[in-house]
């Protein structure tokens, strides 16, 4: 499969507990991009690499959540100190910035569910 | 304030008929919109992708429209499939990267 990849599928914690994320972009893809949706919503933007570069970052992103892409290619998202708010549906999308005023489509993984107890 | 609406929040229709989502935007500098259909539990599917100068563009039984004087978009669905049912989502970008979500219309399809 060369789709966007993310682990685990779901995931159930309890408060406070620290939780880890991973995606897997499409390998030729150099963005990208972190979201969160919740039920009956859309998603929202939390952050967004190119790169290794961290190039944005939504207000949503409190300081207990971090991102990180060492090495380009896949990427992780940690919550610290979990909440029970923080349940939701956390997606991952890629894309390639192909030419200049080109739209770049963003590409979804199947996202990771996060149950906060 | 840059928003994303979309109408109506849920729809049902029988196998078979057509039925069109309605999506209006207030998004500006506005970059390009897209409709994604998302599978309950799953990642959104981009459906279409339509820059400020194509007023309409088909995927398929998908066919979406743009006026962006009036900014607004609409998703018409041909002959609709058990497989349809799905939320479908209209979102307009800024920029690039940076996309405004409506909150989906849910769309089920009866047999």
């Known amino acids: 499969d060369t789709g966007v990849s993310q682990d685990p599928r779901h995931k159930i914690t309890k408060r406070g507990q620290n939780v880890t994320f991973r995606c897997d972009p499409i390998s030729e893809h150099n963005r990208l991009y972190w979201y969160r949706q919740t039920l009956g919503q859309g998603p929202e933007f939390l952050t967004y690499f190119q790169n290794e570069a961290q190039l944005e970052k939504s207000r949503l992103l409190s300081d207990r959540f971090s991102a990180e892409r060492p090495k380009g290619s896949f990427s992780t998202l940690e919550i610290q100190h979990t909440e029970q708010g923080d349940s939701a549906m956390y997606l991952c999308?890629?894309?390639?910035?192909?030419?200049?005023?080109?739209?770049?489509?963003?590409?979804f993984g199947p996202g990771t569910r996060l149950t906060v107890l | 304030k840059n928003q994303v609406e979309q109408s109506p929040q849920s729809l049902i229709i029988l196998e078979g008929k057509n039925c069109t989502l309605q999506c209006n935007y207030t998004v500006s500098p506005f970059s390009n919109l897209r409709w994604y259909k998302q599978d309950t539990g799953r990642g959104p599917v981009s459906l279409t992708i339509m820059t400020f100068s194509e007023n309409t563009k088909s995927n398929g039984r998908y066919t979406a429209t743009l006026d962006a004087d009036t900014k607004q978009s609409s998703l018409h669905i041909t002959a609709s499939q058990l497989s349809d049912s799905a939320s479908y989502i209209c979102v307009v970008s800024e920029s690039n990267y940076q996309l405004i979500w409506g909150a989906g219309t849910k769309l089920i399809i009866k047999p």
């Open positions: 999308a890629s894309s390639h910035p192909g030419l200049a005023g080109v739209v770049n489509e963003q590409f």
